[in-house]
Every structure is written in structure tokens, then in C-alpha cells.
């Protein structure tokens, strides 16, 4: 049977309405895997993880998944953070999934406005990684938050105009 999903404004906690520190998406099974076999799956890896306690639910959407959210006890935002972090920070890629053969890997829950962003930074910087030498392919850093691409110290590349500039003109550069 299918659950309803709950919407993020039933997530109190949440810092804003892009990122969801109180609810954590776990992925890296097949596209594929039932339902059953992720949920359970995934309790192993929390409890692996040690943060089995702090979990009220687990939940993989349609009857074949690749990944499920878990909503955790929710904490203040600051707190919620830090959680993730520590949990990313021991966790992450360590884990195998037994069901794939793939490492885990673990995120914070992001609207589906920020995902989308995120994938329009991530098919910008594909476009632009062609048009570089294999020099300037190293000094490429993107911020996720921001949805900046610099090359160097340039920010070349900004999800919205007012971040592409700079805070004072002498700082501009015209490319030709």
C-alpha cells in the first residue's frame, strides 16, 4: 500500500523551505529494489549509523525504490545541522548496500525547487567544463548553496544575475 507523503510544513524544524535538516534521504539501492527490501535495508543502516533512536519513520515511496526518507525526531535547525553533519561526516561512502553492491549515501531533504537548481547548476557546469583547458577543469568550485560557479576566482556562472556580480565595478571582468 502506498503511503501519503508528508509535506515539509509538517516538519516544524525545518530551517527554511529549500532544506530539510530533520528529514534525511538515503539512497544507492537499484532503481529497481521492492519496497520492503530498502525499508529494511536502510533500519540496518541507521542502526549502523547510531542514529536509530532519533528516527520516527522510514518511508520509500511507490512499491520500487532506489531510495527512502527518514524523518528523524526533529531538533532545532542549528542542532539538526549538526547532526547531519556528524553523521555524514562518520558515515558517508562507508557504507555498502548490500541489496547493490554501492556505497550509501545520505543528504539532507531538498525542496523540489532546489533540486531543481541544483540540476540546472550541475547542467551548466557541464556545458562549461568542455570550454575549458585541463588547467582551468581544477580550479572549477561550485557552491550548491548559492548556485555560484567560479574558475579560478571568477564567478562565471550564477543561478540568478544579482549573484553573478560583484560588489564593486573595478572588480568586473569582460570576457571577449
Same mark, same amino acid.
Given at each position: 500500500?502506498?503511503?501519503?507523503?508528508?509535506?515539509?510544513?509538517? $516538519?516544524?524544524?525545518?530551517?527554511?523551505?529549500?532544506?530539510?535538516?530533520?528529514?534525511?534521504?538515503?539512497? &544507492?539501492?537499484?532503481?529497481?529494489?521492492?519496497?520492503?527490501?530498502?525499508?529494511?535495508?536502510? !533500519?540496518?543502516?541507521?542502526?549502523?549509523?547510531?542514529?536509530?533512536?532519533?528516527?520516527?519513520?522510514?518511508?520509500?515511496?511507490?512499491?520500487?525504490? $532506489?531510495?527512502?526518507?527518514?524523518?528523524?525526531?526533529?531538533?532545532?535547525?542549528?542542532?539538526?545541522?549538526?547532526?547531519?553533519?556528524?553523521?555524514?561526516?562518520?558515515?558517508?561512502?562507508?557504507?555498502?548496500?548490500?541489496?547493490? &553492491?554501492?556505497?550509501?549515501?545520505?543528504?539532507?531533504?531538498?525542496?523540489?525547487? !532546489?533540486?531543481?537548481?541544483?540540476?540546472?547548476?550541475?547542467?551548466?557546469?557541464?556545458?562549461?567544463?568542455?570550454?575549458?583547458?585541463?588547467?582551468?577543469?581544477?580550479?572549477?568550485?561550485?557552491?550548491?548553496?548559492?548556485?555560484?560557479?567560479?574558475? /579560478?576566482?571568477? /564567478?562565471?556562472?550564477?543561478?540568478? !544575475?544579482?549573484?553573478?556580480?560583484?560588489?564593486?565595478? $573595478?572588480?568586473?571582468?569582460?570576457?571577449?
Amino acid at each position: 500500500p502506498s503511503r501519503p507523503r508528508p509535506s515539509l510544513s509538517n $516538519s516544524p524544524q525545518s530551517v527554511d523551505l529549500e532544506v530539510d535538516w530533520n528529514r534525511l534521504v538515503i539512497g &544507492g539501492w537499484h532503481m529497481d529494489t521492492r519496497r520492503e527490501k530498502v525499508e529494511h535495508e536502510a !533500519k540496518q543502516l541507521l542502526q549502523t549509523f547510531g542514529i536509530a533512536d532519533a528516527v520516527t519513520d522510514v518511508i520509500v515511496y511507490g512499491r520500487r525504490a $532506489s531510495a527512502c526518507h527518514v524523518f528523524l525526531r526533529p531538533l532545532p535547525s542549528q542542532d539538526a545541522k549538526r547532526r547531519l553533519a556528524e553523521c555524514q561526516t562518520q558515515h558517508k561512502d562507508k557504507h555498502i548496500i548490500p541489496r547493490s &553492491g554501492r556505497t550509501a549515501w545520505m543528504t539532507p531533504h531538498k525542496s523540489a525547487h !532546489k533540486r531543481l537548481k541544483n540540476r540546472a547548476t550541475k547542467y551548466a557546469a557541464s556545458i562549461l567544463e568542455p570550454l575549458l583547458d585541463n588547467a582551468s577543469k581544477e580550479t572549477v568550485d561550485i557552491d550548491w548553496n548559492k548556485q555560484i560557479i567560479w574558475v /579560478r576566482d571568477l /564567478r562565471v556562472i550564477a543561478f540568478s !544575475k544579482p549573484d553573478l556580480m560583484l560588489l564593486s565595478a $573595478s572588480q568586473t571582468h569582460q570576457a571577449r
